[in-house]
């Protein structure tokens, strides 16, 4: 079965740097994946999707990429925020009937 | 914007009584889903709903039923509670057809003692 994996462990980032998350999958690749933010208590908040034909996609400072032959998205924060500080979750549909999976998210900590 | 609804905001019950959750979706939007979060674990998704209709199922105890209404909002029944039901309980909602993720609630914090 399809299986996500995040890093476990809390990323710390000095503030204005580039924050990199990775978000692994197994088996084949799905149509569509999806990063969310969740703060501690709250529900998870949508951020970006990205299609299996796209290879990067941007919003403002967030950036996300798909290699689908290496089964790996990454999520960018560039000039990175005190207040980005949160768990990020990764998702994908992998039977494309717009049921996700998530990943476990990686928790984010950048310093003042 | 309209959101996603949930209430109550936070429950307290004690074991072995009923518990109802309620999510109001956001209005168009026709599918609706239930997750389960524990502390420090990604959702687990309980069940959902595609247009009033229970469309996919997840790990959700026997103990659980959930359905939608004629007016799309969505109501979570959890009955003979256990210590290990205490969770956020997240009700989210998306439009099948536009992949713009899912919109969730702020949840209903159970504490079941």
């Known amino acids: 079965s399809q299986k996500i994996e995040q890093n476990s462990e809390a990323l710390n980032i000095q503030e204005g740097k580039t924050a990199t998350l990775t978000c692994n999958y197994t088996?084949?690749?799905?149509?569509?994946l999806q990063w969310y933010r969740q703060d501690p208590g709250r529900g998870p908040v949508f951020l970006l999707l990205i299609r299996e034909n796209e290879k990067e996609k941007r919003k403002e400072r967030l950036k996300v990429t798909f290699d689908t032959t290496l089964k790996q998205s990454l999520f960018h924060i560039t000039a990175s925020q005190p207040a980005d500080s949160a768990t990020y979750l990764c998702?994908?549909?992998?039977?494309?009937?717009?049921?996700?999976?998530w990943g476990a998210g990686t928790k984010l900590i950048i310093k003042p | 914007a309209a959101g996603v609804i949930q209430s109550p905001r936070h429950l307290i019950k004690e074991k072995r009584e009923t518990a109802t959750l309620k999510c109001y979706p956001i209005?168009?939007?026709?599918?609706v889903y239930w997750y389960q979060q524990g502390p420090g674990q990604d959702p687990q998704f309980l069940i959902s709903?595609?247009?009033?209709?229970?469309?996919d199922k997840g790990s959700i105890p026997d103990r659980f039923s959930a359905q939608q209404f004629s007016d799309y909002h969505s109501e979570l029944n959890m009955s003979s509670l256990e210590l290990g039901d205490s969770a956020l309980y997240f009700c989210?909602?998306?439009?099948?057809?536009?992949?713009?993720?899912?919109?969730f609630g702020s949840g209903t914090r159970l504490t079941v003692v």
């Open positions: 998702a994908l549909d992998p039977g494309g009937n717009y049921q996700l999976i």
């Open positions: 709903f595609y247009e009033k209709m229970q469309s």
């Open positions: 989210a909602s998306s439009r099948r057809s536009i992949n713009y993720g899912y919109t």
């Open positions: 088996n084949y690749s799905p149509a569509y």
């Open positions: 209005p168009r939007h026709d599918t």
